[in-house]
């Protein structure tokens, strides 16, 4: 997530988030925004976006776009309190294990929907229930791998009973794209409602509600007076998002002060040039964001569905452009350092994150090796130049993903082993194109849920996982089921180094970088507003 944040006349706000790699920009300008007399008191708020929405029902769609949307209007079971990764009770008055395999939520009294509807435990069943029985492909259902059922024994009172006891994630996961509660007299209970429906019924809980709706263009909140849940009231009287087209367009109103805050996507050289600004200041941190490679084991070349299926040669062409990726190269001139080498599935800094990639591919030290990947193709007898047919979105994970590919596309056809077919897809549509098999490996970016390693494995690896890439490997299935709920940290910690040793062996996909936070504040603002929460929410800024 890339995240700009000017501050305009009199309005004393801020932005907090921390999914991924956030870039954050805050100037002063001679604009003035508006004080506002009804809502929150930090005044109103325009904020600037390249980013896509897909759903805003929370059951069809696992991206930043739309969960940026979905953290300010949905309530949740727990959520995060800005400036920590912790998670606490929100719409809840608590939660607790009152078993191993059952979890059990209060809820607080009064709760509503912003439409006066009574907001109840039979909503939260309602919730759960239709994310499994809907079952999206673009959905964060596979976060719900570990729930049998949900019962909800009086109007406070939710159950939650799970396959495997003592999971140590799953107040995390309440808090997820997989927890937002949803009136089950607005929301399908199984089957995706649109857009309109869900705005047109008023059907939000969380700190803001909708006011008017054009997905893409325009989206104008206002304040829920109603929330009763631990973030607070709203601290601003009024938040407009606008959409861009093109982050250039977005540059030139970061530059010109027309906009409070504008969050992904800048190019790290867009970054580097605003930051020459007298007005703001640069502070940078750690970011769980990564991007990879997706390879699906059905259609890439020697899949299990092509003519010349052959697991030992699909296994190969993934070796050899393993050892042939240059992250450093990636890193520095794509991305000016805002991305580091990443060489595991979890990136560095969360608990268990180890680098196996970086010894078993390349020259064992983190650069690429040419022999080294022609070995691995004569091994099984691979003819070469292997044809690849490399997909990459343009416009969700930033304007310097076509240099990012391109730059891909020129290391693995170094020594003609590879010849590489680049092809580029509208966000939208290829969301839903890379789950039916369409693109034989393709481009992806993870902003994560909540800061456990077990979100960069879960929904990657486990069975019917989110990548939908046919990979299916029963020893990592069982650690991943045994790491959840082993309450022993030093065990744990080892089952989550042994998945990565094994997928670095499948390479089911193919890591490239992780994420720097980095923040650009006014010079009048003190402290960095960067957050580890995971969520991207709208907070009173302190001066």
Known sequence: MSLVHIRRGRVGLAVAALAGTAVMLAACSGGGGSESTGGGTG??????????????????????????????????LFNSQYGTADVTPD????????????????????LTFANGHELTSSDVKFSFDRQLKIADPN??????????????????????????????????????????????????AD?????????AGNAFGGQYVIDSYKINELISYKPNPDYKGALGAAENSSVTVKY???????????????????????????????????????VDGPGGEIRYIVFNFDTMPFGAATPEADPAKSLAVRQAMADLIDREALSEDVYKGTYTPLYSYVPQGL?????????????????????????????????????????????????????????VKSQLEEGGLFT???????WVQYSKDRTADVYPMYQLGWFPDYSDADNYLTPFFAADNFLANHYDNSEVQELITAQASETDAAARQSDIEKIQELVAADLSTLPLLQGTQVAVVGQDVDGAVLDGSFKFRYAPLHK
């Open 191 to 199: 089957a995706l409602t649109s857009d309109d429906d869900i705005v």
């Open 420 to 426: 590489v077919n680049l092809a580029q897809t509208e």
């Open 91 to 110: 719409i809840a008055e608590s939660g607790e294990f009152t078993s191993p395999t059952e979890f059990t939520v209060t809820l607080k009294d009064g």
């Open 139 to 188: 959905g964060p259902s596979s976060l719900l791998g570990n729930l049998a059922s949900v019962e909800a024994p009086d109007d406070t009172t939710v159950v939650f009973t799970l396959k495997n006891g003592n999971d140590q994630t799953w107040e995390q996961i309440l808090s997820s794209p997989a927890g937002p509660i949803v009136d089950e007299e607005v929301f399908s």
């Open 244 to 282: 861009y087209a093109d982050s250039s367009n977005l540059k030139l109103d970061v530059a010109g002060g027309d906009i409070d805050v504008a969050f992904r996507s800048l190019s790290a050289t867009d970054v580097d040039d605003l930051s020459k600004n007298d007005a703001v200041k640069v």
């Open 43 to 76: 005044g109103d708020l325009i904020v600037g976006t390249t980013d896509k929405i897909t759903f805003i029902d929370p059951a069809g769609s696992y991206d930043n776009g739309s969960f940026a949307v979905m953290n300010q209007v949905y309530p949740f």
């Open 351 to 407: 608990t268990g994150a180890t680098e196996p990639l970086k010894e078993l591919y390349g020259d064992g030290a983190g650069a690429p090796d040419l022999d080294k990947a022609k070995a691995a193709l004569e091994a099984v007898g691979v003819s070469t130049p292997v044809t690849l047919n490399l997909q990459y979105n343009g416009d969700h994970y930033g304007p310097s993903s076509g240099d990012e590919y391109a730059a």
